[in-house]
């Protein structure tokens, strides 16, 4: 049994922004039911929610500040969570990384290093807890310091750092370093320097014994100028250190034989009765309730990455099409006027939500036929993975993790029973139409249509399978 200190600036059900969430709120208990000894560190954010009950575990004194550590429960499961109280940094209305208004915190630096510096000692066996992790798992820049840290240690447990997003990478100016009163030896371009300025993530990509990140395709992507953001060449550097390995997806909530969010729920061999879930979304969406119709759907953050450009360059020519479009999501400003400024002009075939709602995505996943996620870069992708889950076919762009899980549609794949979607290559929209087109003359051919929606719906995407991936690595370390 190993003992698993897990390092996350979010986790799904306490607390969520995107994807590392879910990974966050599943993968701990899915290595807790494969035996281990696994606990989450996560900061003490006013918005966290949880049913569960929070009790004072001890204080930690870290850079001349008092830090209370809280402990409470994953929900239906027994993996421990500690969170880390500091009411200066934590507690105020926003979400972990940007206020109420979208700015960055100012101060992300000093809030992401103290929580480093607490992981760093809970890590040592130092925060009055009793208890000695074999392995820090750190997420993310907002992690990176902490393997930083525990290399300058004598005794320290392994270290693993996740990548689940290389565009994102905590850099601060360079007189920030001294401000937060870090080792004067990690200082160099070895180290946290990078360019002049402080970089969080490369605190995990040179001082942890292991870096992973969640595909395989994006672990040779982030190897080149096109997705290193200029840390390519520290990776293939670390080439023999770096994995990846594809996030599983969370069953219990994102099934659609229990799925309770539904109007009607499913499964591979009553597939009729996903045509239920299609009118409720309909009638949800406000357009016409329409069987036949393909219904096309996009949930996302609305930045850049998501492709949500080339999906508005397409809507000129859907809207001459026989199809409806519904979309979720909320980000960049822009996209979300020129989104509504379509539906509006469009109100039977286009319908945007613009905000974030879990229970609408849970619906959309069931009632559409086609979810569309033209990324131009997705290191994993979840929602591919619920959609081929849901008999929602998914049109992808090649990259990443979208690489990874879906089979695209061609005459060989069709006949052996492993198509689960349409893949294109080029990141335009002249090619995700393309796809769009080439998807709806397969919709119109119901049996085959049936059979993908089947092919889809039966691959197995649970954690299990990539938690004994972690585990292999953790006992290599
Ligand atoms: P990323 O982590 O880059 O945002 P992923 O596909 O890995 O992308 O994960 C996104 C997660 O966030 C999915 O669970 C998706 O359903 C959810 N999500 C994104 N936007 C919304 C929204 N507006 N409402 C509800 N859920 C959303």
Request: with cysteine; hydrophobic share 40%.
């Amino acid at each position: 049994m190993k003992k698993i200190l897990f390092v996350t600036s979010e986790a799904h059900p306490l607390i969520k922004t995107g994807g590392l969430a879910d990974v966050a709120g599943s993968l701990p208990k899915a290595l807790a039911e494969l035996g281990q000894d696994i606990r989450i560190l996560l900061p003490f954010y006013q918005a966290i929610k949880t049913n569960q009950e929070v009790y004072y575990r001890c204080t930690v004194r870290v850079n001349n500040s008092d830090v209370n550590i809280l402990e409470s429960r994953m929900q239906d499961s027994n993996v421990i969570i500690w969170l880390v109280d500091y009411p200066a940094y934590f507690s105020m209305p926003g979400n972990p990384y940007v206020d109420i208004h979208g700015q960055a915190w100012p101060n992300n630096a000093e809030r992401f290093a103290l929580f480093c510096r607490i992981a760093a000692e809970i890590a040592t066996n130092r925060a009055y807890l009793d208890w000695q992790p074999d392995i820090v798992h750190c997420n993310d820049w907002q992690t990176g310091l902490t393997p930083a840290l525990l290399s300058l240690e004598t005794t320290r447990p392994a270290t693993v750092f996740t990548i689940h997003n290389m565009a994102y990478q905590g850099i601060f100016p360079a007189s920030t370093y001294p401000q937060l009163n870090l080792p004067g030896r990690l200082w160099n371009p070895n180290g946290l320097e990078f360019h002049n300025q402080l970089s969080f993530i490369k605190g995990g990509l040179a001082f942890s014994d292991h870096i992973t990140t969640v595909s395989p395709t994006y672990a040779e992507e982030i190897q080149t100028a096109e997705f290193g953001y200029g840390l390519e060449d520290l990776l293939k550097y670390r080439q023999a250190h770096l994995t990846g390995i594809i996030n599983g997806m969370d069953l219990e909530q994102w099934d659609p034989a229990t799925d309770s969010t539904l109007a009607s729920q499913y499964d591979a061999d009553n597939l009729d009765k996903k045509q239920l879930n299609k009118a409720a979304l309909q009638q949800a969406m406000n357009l016409p309730v329409a069987p036949k119709l393909p219904l096309f759907a996009l949930i996302s953050r609305l930045v850049d990455q998501k492709g949500i450009d080339m999906v508005l360059d397409c809507l000129p020519e859907m809207i001459n099409m026989p199809c409806q479009f519904v979309l979720l999501g909320s980000g960049d400003k822009v996209f979300e006027e020129r989104l509504q400024r379509f539906a509006q002009n469009n109100p039977t075939k286009i319908a945007i939500r613009i905000g974030y709602d879990e229970s609408l995505a849970h619906l959309i996943e069931a009632g559409a036929d086609i979810f569309l996620m033209p990324s131009r870069f997705e290191p994993c992708g979840l929602n591919q993975l619920y959609s081929q889950r849901y008999g929602t076919l998914p049109i992808v762009r090649k990259t990443g993790g979208l690489a990874d899980t879906v089979v695209d549609a061609i005459p060989e794949t069709i006949n052996d029973h492993t198509a689960s979607g349409i893949v294109f290559n080029a990141p335009h929209a002249g090619a995700l139409l393309e796809a769009i087109k080439r998807c709806q003359l397969l919709f119109n051919d119901p049996k085959t249509w049936r059979q993908l929606q089947k092919n889809a719906m039966r691959k197995d995407f649970s954690w299990q399978n990539s938690a004994q991936q972690y585990l292999k690595l953790y006992e290599q370390l």
